[in-house]
């Protein structure tokens, strides 16, 4: 399975934000965003927007407005952000090819059960989800050295 780019970067976003709002530097102008990580100031936009339209961070207007975390970043999953950039849609979708060519004309109750891929393949997402649910925002950020962090500040706070 491979994610489109912008779940990398709003996975990192939502950690930066955390960061700059334990240090009370958030709201953050979405360019500064997009510079801080050298990322495409318009299509990192298009992620931003995809994370405010699903609550994860919201926008506030003015001049000292930018982007914020819209909730508590133990509230905030993997999941959740994966499910803001590419959307609620199963990674794989079964086409059942098996009732076509040479079972065609075989009786459609052979083929009431999904078949062993298609089981195995929702296990596995189902797995993936469930991993992803369990890692907040929150996990992410106390996982990363705490330099890490502090230079974020210092980067923003430099500004």
Not at 65 to 77: K, M, N, Q
Not at 114 to 123: E, Q, W
């Amino acid at each position: 399975m491979r994610m489109n780019e912008g779940v990398e970067w709003a996975a990192h976003v939502c950690v930066l934000l955390h960061w700059l709002d334990e240090g009370d530097l958030t709201p953050v102008p979405a360019s500064r965003l997009a510079e801080s990580y050298d990322l495409p100031p318009a299509y990192l936009g298009k992620q931003l927007q995809a994370l405010a339209r699903a609550g994860i961070t919201e926008s506030l207007p003015g001049r000292r407005g930018g982007i914020r975390l819209a909730r508590s970043t133990a509230e905030i999953t993997l999941m959740d952000v994966v499910s803001a950039i590419e959307g609620p849609s199963d990674a794989f979708a079964c086409t059942e090819i098996r009732q076509r060519g040479m079972n065609s004309d075989n009786p459609r109750s052979d083929f009431t059960a999904p078949c062993g891929i298609a089981h195995a393949m929702r296990g596995a997402e189902l797995s993936w989800r469930r991993e992803l649910a369990a890692t907040s925002i929150a996990d992410l950020a106390a996982g990363t050295p705490r330099h890490v962090a502090d230079a974020a500040r210092r980067h923003f706070r430099g500004a």
